[in-house]
C-alpha cells in the first residue's frame, strides 16, 4: 500500500493533466478506503494540490477541488491543520500561499451543528494548546510581515489570527505578545484598518 500511495504522489505532478487528473482520481479512492494510511503523507500531497488547483487546466483544477475538498470531509481539523502549516512552507509563490490560506480559513471553522460530531471534525483540540495557537499566530504575523502591499493574502491571514482570538484569547494574547515590535504593529494596523478593534491590549 506504501509503494502504491508513493506512485500517486509522483504523478500528481506529471507533466500531462490527463495523466494529473487520473492520479487524482485515484488519490480519491484511496483516501476514502485508506484514509489512515495516507494520513502520514499528506505532507507530500496537501502542497501539490494547490499549486494544481491554481495551475491547472479546467479539468484538473475541477478534480483537485474534488480531492481537497474530500480530504477536508474525511479527515479532523485537528488531523488536518499541523499539514497544512507545515505545507506553507512550501510555497515561493503568493498565489499558492493565498489559496492555502483561503482554505484554512474554511477548515478552522470545523464544527458541525451536531454535537456529537463537533470534536470528531473541529480543530478545538489543536487550538487548545497554547503551543499550537503560537505556531499559528507566528506563520500568519510573518506573511503579513512580508507581504504588507498583497491584500489578496494579509487579509485571510488577518481573519485566521482573528478567529484565533475567539477559540482562545489568552494563548493568542500571549502569541501576539510575542512577536517583534514591527510584526504586531502592521498586524494591529491592518487589524484596525479592516476589522473591529481588538478587544484586548497588549502590556509594554
Not at 480530504?71 to 497544512?84: A, M, Q, R, T
Not at 470528531?120 to 504575523?141: D, G, H, M, Q, W
Not at 510573518?142 to 481573519?159: A, H, Q, R, Y
Request: glycine content about 2%; overall charge neutral.
Amino acid at each position: 500500500m506504501d509503494q502504491l500511495i508513493q506512485t500517486h504522489i509522483q504523478h500528481i505532478n506529471d507533466h500531462h493533466y490527463k495523466v494529473v487528473v487520473s492520479c487524482q482520481e485515484s488519490f480519491s479512492r484511496l483516501i476514502t478506503i485508506y484514509n489512515s494510511r495516507v494520513l502520514t503523507y499528506l505532507d507530500q500531497i496537501i502542497p501539490q494540490l494547490f499549486i494544481n488547483l491554481t495551475e491547472g487546466k479546467e479539468k484538473v483544477s475541477a478534480s483537485t477541488n474534488f480531492l481537497i475538498n474530500l480530504i477536508n470531509k474525511i479527515y479532523s481539523g485537528d488531523e488536518l491543520l499541523p499539514h497544512f502549516l507545515r505545507s506553507l512552507e512550501s510555497y515561493s509563490k503568493i498565489k499558492y500561499k493565498t489559496s492555502m490560506v483561503e482554505f484554512m480559513n474554511i477548515l478552522i471553522r470545523k464544527y458541525p451543528l451536531h454535537k456529537i460530531l463537533s470534536k470528531l471534525y473541529s480543530c478545538e483540540t489543536y487550538f487548545n494548546s497554547p503551543s499550537a495557537i503560537r505556531v499559528c499566530i507566528t506563520k500568519f504575523a510573518n506573511i503579513i510581515g512580508e507581504l504588507t502591499s498583497t491584500k489578496s493574502i494579509v487579509m485571510p491571514c488577518l481573519g485566521m489570527i482573528l478567529y484565533l482570538r475567539d477559540i482562545n484569547l489568552s494563548a493568542t494574547i500571549a502569541a501576539i505578545g510575542s512577536l517583534s515590535n514591527d510584526l504586531i504593529t502592521k498586524v494591529t494596523i491592518f487589524q484596525l484598518q479592516f476589522y473591529e478593534p481588538f478587544e484586548f491590549r497588549f502590556e509594554d
